[in-house]
């Protein structure tokens, strides 16, 4: 399935891209990573993010091939909202949780 990025951005982004066929190809950065307040106190924001705003509900299909050779290579798709959105969201989604998992 072909990508469409018309009206998307970049956060940090790659030394090299390219689409080709449809497809999105990246070569990422050596070091880079979205690691959130670990039990370390590590913090790292500076992955490379192909985004586009939304609102309300939305589908993703995603497929990803890469050429992992290092421990931690990786690639994904990332759901970034604003920090207020995002601390209501995952209360209703831990109660939600809750909810279900206790129910016999």
Do not use: C
């Amino acid at each position: 399935m072909p990508i469409d990025i018309d009206g998307m951005h970049w956060l940090n982004a790659p030394p090299a891209w390219e689409m080709n066929q449809g497809r999105l190809l990246v070569r990422s950065d050596d070091k880079t990573d979205f690691w959130q307040e670990t039990y370390y106190g590590f913090h790292r924001d500076n992955g490379h993010f192909l985004g586009k705003s939304r609102r309300g509900d939305f589908t993703a299909e995603v497929t990803f091939l890469g050429h992992y050779s290092e421990l931690y290579d990786q690639a994904g798709l990332m759901i970034r909202q604003a920090l207020d959105e995002m601390r209501d969201r995952i209360y209703r989604w831990r109660q939600t949780f809750q909810r279900r998992r206790y129910q016999w």
